[in-house]
T-cell receptor, first 112, second 119 residues
Framework: KQEVTQIPAALSVPEGENLVLNCSFT??????LQWFRQDPGKGLTSLLL?????REQTSGRLNASLDKSSGRSTLYIAASQPGDSATYLC???????????FGKGITLSVRP | GAVVSQHPSRVICKSGTSVKIECRSL??????MFWYRQFPKKSLMLMAT?????????EQGVEKDKFLINHASLTLSTLTVTSAHPEDSSFYIC???????????????FGPGTRLLVL
């Protein structure tokens, strides 16, 4: 059974800091990995999707990497801003059961 | 871009009543939609996979008679919480796969969620 872990559960940083959010998963037989953003009381916004054959994806100040063999992914946020404050969820798509498995998320607070 | 809507965004109901939540794909067709439930500070938990024209596939531990799913068209799936109980209070999120996604067919587009409070 696939399990996705995100540690720590919460993180508070000052504005301007570069930061790394970690995600680990137990079954390396994934099709893809996706990072989402969730604002309080809202749905999910997809940030980056990395196919299993890819090593990383970039979008603006965000960079996500994938090391499938070790079951890890990181989301790098450069020059963090207060508007980046949200919960960041990692999810892996496992083809064997055709479903997304989510981590519990990391709640990020960027202090002005 | 692919947009998924949910209605209502928020609903309060009394115990024992039924509540219907709609999930619509606005600019694409979706043979497959998914219903998730999210508890505070918890992961999204897949409840069921909704398939147009056929019965939904429920995850282990999800009561199909309590959470009725109907996927009557390629753009609409509904989740009805029957005989609602306070423990059903939660955030319900749907997602949909774009039938025309080709090699990215596994990509899911998420709705904004529905907050259900059962008194």
């Amino acid at each position: 059974k696939q399990e996705v872990t995100q540690i720590p559960a919460a993180l508070s940083v000052p504005e301007g800091e570069n930061l790394v959010l970690n995600c680990s998963f137990t079954d390396s037989a994934i099709y893809n990995l996706q990072w989402f953003r969730q604002d309080p009381g809202k749905g999910l916004t997809s940030l980056l999707l990395i196919q299993s054959s890819q090593r990383e994806q970039t979008s603006g100040r965000l960079n996500a990497s994938l090391d499938k063999s070790s079951g890890r992914s990181t989301l790098y946020i450069a020059a963090s801003q207060p508007g980046d404050s949200a919960t960041y969820l990692c999810a892996v798509y496992t083809g064997a059961n055709s479903k997304l498995t989510f981590g519990k998320g990391i709640t990020l607070s960027v202090r002005p | 871009g692919a947009v998924v809507s949910q209605h209502p965004s928020r609903v309060i109901c009394k115990s024992g009543t039924s509540v219907k939540i709609e999930c619509r794909s606005l600019d694409f067709q979706a043979t497959t939609m998914f219903w998730y439930r999210q508890f505070p500070k918890k992961s999204l938990m897949l409840m069921a996979t909704s398939n147009e024209g056929s019965k939904a596939t429920y995850e282990q531990g999800v009561e199909k008679d309590k959470f009725l799913i109907n996927h009557a068209s390629l753009t609409l799936s509904t989740l009805t919480v029957t005989s609602a109980h306070p423990e059903d209070s939660s955030f319900y999120i749907c997602s949909a796969r774009d039938d025309a996604s080709g090699s990215f067919k596994e990509t899911q587009y998420f709705g904004p969620g529905t907050r259900l409070l059962v008194l």
